[in-house]
């Protein structure tokens, strides 16, 4: 750690598929993160609170699908919650008809929820929300202004190859108070990555490019070069903060973070 002491292997009894989306309370007491695990033949993944102080944890969600979630500077939660369900269209068929529908919800950091704040099918990737509260900025692989489902699909689940990617990511954010949302920059997939605000109009963001980065050591290549990068909200303007869009090129900051100062 940090400040030199021992880290210990947290003591959950659950066995996780996966853990992702790791927050630090704000107040250094806990460590909050997504957790994804089986009951039965049933899968959920719900926001977990580990308490640093005696090591124990609690479900801030349960049975639930959260999808990702972010602190508000007040100390309460917003997280994304997601449902689904399908009918069978053909009897000898893998053909479903899918109605799917997510929610935006405003909750104390117990769980307790205080208000929904968006119904629809954007699925806030990676939400980040901006130091006064106000906005929520996430990657979206679907146009939030003119979404391609309104949450009613029929899907072949026996076809080739499954759906079809869109190659399109929208870096966009989210106003808490209008519940307008507002496209910054249309870029392809791994253009924006790990977003973090700055102030409450610059937003640092890593790039994955398609280029290669040359070990001159070992006369090796490693795949994709990166670049750090700063968006300002109010003009939609970017400076380059690391990395080299020529010759050489740089390999990407993965995870970077902000200190506390």
């Known amino acids: 750690s940090v400040s030199g002491k021992e880290i210990t292997l947290a003591n959950i009894p659950l066995v996780f598929n996966s853990i992702s989306d790791i927050h ?8 909050y993160f ?15 609170r580990y308490y ?8 801030i969600t349960k049975n639930s699908h ?42 104390t950091s117990e769980g307790i929820k205080i208000k929904s704040i968006h119904n629809g099918t954007q699925l806030f990737d990676g939400m980040v929300t901006s130091p006064d509260g106000g906005r929520i900025a996430f990657v979206s692989s679907d146009d939030p202004l003119h979404p391609s489902s309104n949450g009613t699909d029929v899907v ?15 870096f966009t954010t989210f ?8 496209v910054i920059k249309k870029g392809v997939n791994g253009e924006f990555w790990n977003l973090k605000w700055v102030s409450d109009d610059q937003i640092l963001y890593e790039t ?23 968006m300002t909200i ?27 100062d």
């Open 24 to 31: 630090i309370s704000p107040d250094n007491t806990s460590v």
């Open 34 to 48: 997504l957790g994804q695990y089986n009951i039965k033949n049933d899968t959920y993944q719900d926001i977990f």
């Open 52 to 59: 640093l102080n005696n090591q124990s944890y609690s479900l």
């Open 66 to 107: 959260v999808h990702s979630f972010d602190f508000m500077p007040d100390g309460n939660l917003v997280y994304l919650e997601t449902h689904s369900d399908s009918t069978r269209l053909k009897k000898y068929e893998p053909i479903f008809l899918i109605h799917s529908y997510a929610v935006l919800w405003l909750a």
């Open 156 to 170: 072949n689940l026996g076809s080739l190859g499954g759906p079809i990617r869109n190659e399109s990511y929208y």
């Open 175 to 182: 106003d808490m108070n209008t519940k307008e949302f507002t």
């Open 208 to 230: 994955l490019t398609n280029q290669c980065v040359q070990d001159q050591t070992m006369g090796e290549q490693s795949c994709p070069a990166g670049l750090l990068q700063m």
């Open 234 to 260: 109010s003009d939609h303007s970017e400076q380059l903060v690391y990395g080299n869009q020529v010759e050489p090129y740089t390999s990407p900051l993965v995870g970077a973070a902000f200190s506390p």
